[in-house]
T-cell receptor, first 108, second 114 residues
Framework: KNEVEQSPQNLTAQEGEFITINCSYS?????LHWLQQHPGGGIVSLFM???GKKKHGRLIATINIQEKHSSLHITASHPRDSAVYIC??????????FGEGTQLTVNP | DGGITQSPKYLFRKEGQNVTLSCEQN?????MYWYRQDPGQGLRLIYY???????QKGDIAEGYSVSREKKESFPLTVTSAQKNPTAFYLC?????????????FGAGSRLTVL
C-alpha cells in the first residue's frame, strides 16, 4: 500500500461541473501539498496546507488531520483545468511522498 | 522573474554513456531536489541538498550522482550504472518562508536512452 493514495486515477467532467479529487495518506505529516502538472510536464504548486481549508480562485483545498485525508475541489470547471493533479505529503526534513496523480479532463 | 531552469528539455543518449542534467535557480532557495517520474507512478526522490556542499541520497539514488558547489546550481549526472534511465526528471527547490515550505519546480528534462 502506497503511503499516499489518490482517487480517482482518471476523471472526466463536463465544463461547469464541480470536481473533487481525494488524497489519503498513512504517514505523519507536517504539511500536504497539491500540485498541478500540465501536458508539457512542468509542475506548479497550488496549495500547501497543514490544517483547515484554503481557497484560491475556483480551487479549494481541505485537510482533515485526524482522518489523514485531503480533498481538492474545482468549482465551475473549465477545459483549461485539464491536467494531472498530484498530492504530496511532507514529512520531517521537508521530504515529500507523492501520490500517483489524478488525470483530469474537462470537456467543453 | 525568479524560477528554476532545467536543461536540456529533451535528451537522447546511447547506452553506456553518462549524461548530466542541469538545474539552476535564482530564487535564493536553500534546498534543492531531483525527482524521477515514470508513467503511472508518483515522483520519486533521487537526491536532495539542503545546503551548499552537502547532499543526501533519496529513495532511488543508485546510478545517479549530484554536486552542490553553488547555491544556485544542482546538476544531476545519470551514469551508465543506472539500469533504466529513460524517464522524466524534475528539479525542485524550496525555502521556508514564514513557517511554510515554499516549493518550486522546473519544467523537467525528458531523457531517452536509445
Amino acid at each position: 500500500k502506497n503511503e499516499v493514495e489518490q482517487s480517482p486515477q482518471n476523471l472526466t467532467a463536463q465544463e461547469g461541473e464541480f470536481i473533487t479529487i481525494n488524497c489519503s495518506y498513512s504517514v505523519g505529516i507536517s504539511a500536504l501539498h497539491w500540485l498541478q502538472q500540465h501536458p508539457g510536464g512542468g509542475i506548479v504548486s497550488l496549495f500547501m496546507l497543514s490544517s483547515g481549508k484554503k481557497k484560491h480562485g475556483r480551487l479549494i483545498a481541505t485537510i482533515n488531520i485526524q482522518e489523514k485525508h485531503s480533498s481538492l475541489h474545482i468549482t465551475a470547471s473549465h477545459p483549461r483545468d485539464s491536467a494531472v493533479y498530484i498530492c504530496a505529503a511532507e514529512t520531517s526534513g521537508s521530504r515529500l511522498t507523492f501520490g500517483e496523480g489524478t488525470q483530469l479532463t474537462v470537456n467543453p | 522573474d525568479g524560477g528554476i531552469t532545467q536543461s536540456p528539455k529533451y535528451l537522447f543518449r546511447k547506452e553506456g554513456q553518462n549524461v548530466t542534467l542541469s538545474c539552476e535557480q535564482n530564487l535564493n532557495h536553500d534546498a534543492m531536489y531531483w525527482y524521477r517520474q515514470d508513467p503511472g507512478q508518483g515522483l520519486r526522490l533521487i537526491y536532495y541538498s539542503q545546503i551548499v556542499n552537502d547532499f543526501q541520497k533519496g529513495d532511488i539514488a543508485e546510478g545517479y550522482s549530484v554536486s552542490r558547489e553553488k547555491k544556485e546550481s544542482f546538476p544531476l549526472t545519470v551514469t551508465s550504472a543506472q539500469k533504466n534511465p529513460t524517464a522524466f526528471y524534475l528539479c525542485a527547490s524550496s525555502n521556508v518562508i514564514s513557517g511554510a515550505n515554499v516549493l518550486t519546480f522546473g519544467a523537467g528534462s525528458r531523457l531517452t536512452v536509445l
